[in-house]
């Protein structure tokens, strides 16, 4: 999956779950067929830019699934730490970069877009604390002895608070889905589960064969994203006609996720 659908696994199914831009709870909502939304996707992270930010428009739910890039829109991002503010050049098809922000651990980051004469907004604190990967390897599934995972290992620091994102690149192809995790319940742990996915062929994964160069990036989120991400998949696996609608800490009534995070990546050759 390219960069520009990274999070949005299943937008299919999103397009049959309109979400609210409260934070504060999950709501569910009937389907109007003629809503059409925007959809926000942006993120800084402490890897090197340019950063993007894509914005597109979601359809009627008698059309089909694909989503139109919207080439219209004015994207801003405010470091808001630094006092630094830098307008985004448009690349075509709904996709805004950076030219010169750097994402800094601890920076607060604002990111605004105006379509239609109407403003989204959102800000995010990037996490201080750094967590890297220790360790990556990859291992049969216990399901299925023909399905290989990866399994990155690295360990949660004490104190409660800390949120992290998964993802995963399989000879330079995006995975489809993000893992994420809380320390809620697992203060101080080590982790190294295996990072499940799709093995089937209509989802359109790539499978993991030996010889294959693997990647694997760990995230530091923030709560407010972990969230979405969290009733992101919670809603992809429901099979309802009114499923729970992700949150999203864009305000305004956009679709999507602003994300300021740490980052850290390791990558290995598989041998099985």
Known sequence: MNSRKSIFLGMSILLVTLFCSSCEKVVDIKLDSSAVQIVIEGEVSTAKGPYAVTVSESKNVEENNSFTGRTDAI???NDLTAGISERLSSTGFGKYITSFLVGKPGHTYQMIVTVDNKVYMSTVNMPVKEVKIEGLYVESSSFDSEDIFMVPVFTDPEGKGNYYRLRQWINNTLVKGSFVR???ATDGRRYNAELY????????????????SLTV????????????YR????TIAQDVSTPSNPLT???GGALGVFNA????KMSFIAKF
């Open 217 to 228: 990036e760990l995230q530091c989120i923030q709560k407010e994203v972990y969230d979405f």
């Open 182 to 184: 809380s320390d809620e």
């Open 231 to 234: 009733t992101l998949n919670a």
């Open 249 to 251: 800490n864009i305000s």
């Open 197 to 212: 996915y799709s093995t089937d062929a209509k989802d359109g994964n790539p499978l993991i064969q030996n010889g294959d």
């Open 75 to 77: 994207v801003v991002i």
């Open 261 to 264: 995070c740490r980052s850290h």
